[in-house]
């Protein structure tokens, strides 16, 4: 791993910015690296995947069953979009992350979203809607609950890293 201290930051420019890259091998789908900035200065934060390789657009989906599911590998790109039908789409963009993670922690950053879109909240139904929403990725994560995760990525730069998730064509 390199880290890059007191950088010049694209967002506030000052020199407080923190860049670090890191090489990882994933075991069936090859080398990544990842990227990340910290901003000490305004706080930005930002991070993104990119393979070694050039691949093709692709679609992966996973069935979550049980809690042993919640240890597979995700490597999902910036340019990915995340699915979890009837909970939440996240949709890519300037403000979607890339990051390598476990299913585990797929769940919690939905559900972390989720959490602070209730904050900003006033709505009391979409409140409600809300909360129930993060109760049921509560049972998920101790695989009490039934999911099925949806990665599609245009740039094929992410992948769930299982026998069981199905890969498609984009
Ligand atoms: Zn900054």
Do not use: W
């Not at 950088?7 to 990882?24: A, I, M, S, V, Y």
């Not at 790109?77 to 299913?103: F, Q």
């Not at 109760?135 to 094929?156: F, Q």
């Amino acid at each position: 791993m390199s880290e890059l201290q007191n950088q010049e930051c694209p967002f506030c420019g000052e020199k407080k910015c923190t860049l670090r890259d890191e090489e990882l091998e994933i075991p069936f789908f090859g080398k990544v690296f990842v990227f990340s900035l910290d901003c000490a200065g305004c706080g930005a934060r930002k991070s993104d995947v990119e393979p070694a390789e050039r691949k093709e657009p692709c679609k992966y989906t996973l069935e979550l069953e049980s809690e042993d599911d919640l240890t597979i590998k995700v490597v999902k790109s910036g340019e990915a979009t995340l699915k979890i039908p009837h909970v939440i789409t996240i949709e890519s963009g300037p403000a979607s992350e890339g990051y390598v993670t476990n299913v585990e922690g797929v769940l919690e950053r939905v559900k972390a979203a989720i959490q602070s879109s209730l904050d900003s909240e006033e709505d009391d139904g979409a409140k409600d809607k809300a909360r129930n929403l993060i109760k049921k990725l509560n049972r998920a994560l101790v695989g009490r609950e039934k999911l099925k995760i949806i990665l599609e990525d245009p740039s094929g730069n992410s992948a769930i890293i299982s026998d069981k998730a199905q890969k498609s064509k984009l």
